[in-house]
């Protein structure tokens, strides 16, 4: 059979996918396409302080927010916390890398202020948080939680390997 023939009837996109360009891309071909991020969208900014210092902070230096961007920022303020826990009890000078550990140790419900959904880092446990965007009208829409600033949140939601 020919490759160009085929016709392609399911698509998984996951946050790759949530950005300008594949929408440009994909045009009227990507109507109806979902789309599964593990955090909230940008979207969702205007609800959400924590995301919305982020894009304010992104577009400041020039450069276009994206969810792999999100994701290393939710990353620098779990670093912020901790260590912000670390000075509290250790004092200024007393920031280790072993007293940082210990602080993500004892991490069990972040959600760099709403962003992701409660993650156990002390247990290093994934969340099951989950949102489906769907293309309409070339935009990303929420599909499910239809709520901003929610996730789809549970063991439900993981699926175990063997």
């Not at 280790?96 to 004892?106: D, E, F, I, K, N």
């Not at 247990?123 to 789809?152: E, I, M, W």
């Given at each position: ?130 949102v489906l965007l769907t293309v309409k009208n070339g935009h ?23």
């Amino acid at each position: 059979a020919d490759p160009g023939s085929t016709t392609v009837k399911v698509w998984y996109c996951d946050a790759s996918c949530d950005d300008p360009t594949f929408l440009a891309a994909g045009g009227t071909a990507v109507e109806g396409q979902l789309a599964d991020l593990g955090v909230n969208p940008l979207t969702d900014q205007r609800g959400i302080p924590a995301m919305s210092a982020f894009v304010r902070a992104m577009h400041h230096v020039g450069a276009t927010p994206s969810i792999p961007a999100l994701e290393s920022y939710s990353a620098t303020l779990l670093f912020e916390q901790t260590a912000r826990q670390v000075v509290q009890a250790s004092g200024t000078n007393g920031l280790t890398r072993v007293r940082l550990l210990g602080a993500l140790g004892t991490v069990h419900a972040f959600n760099a202020g709403g962003i992701l959904g409660a993650t156990d880092i002390a247990a290093r446990q994934p969340t099951g948080c989950y949102v489906l965007l769907t293309v309409k009208n070339g935009h990303f829409v929420r599909s499910f939680p239809t709520a901003p600033g929610q996730l789809d949140c549970g063991a439900q939601n993981l699926q175990m390997g063997s």
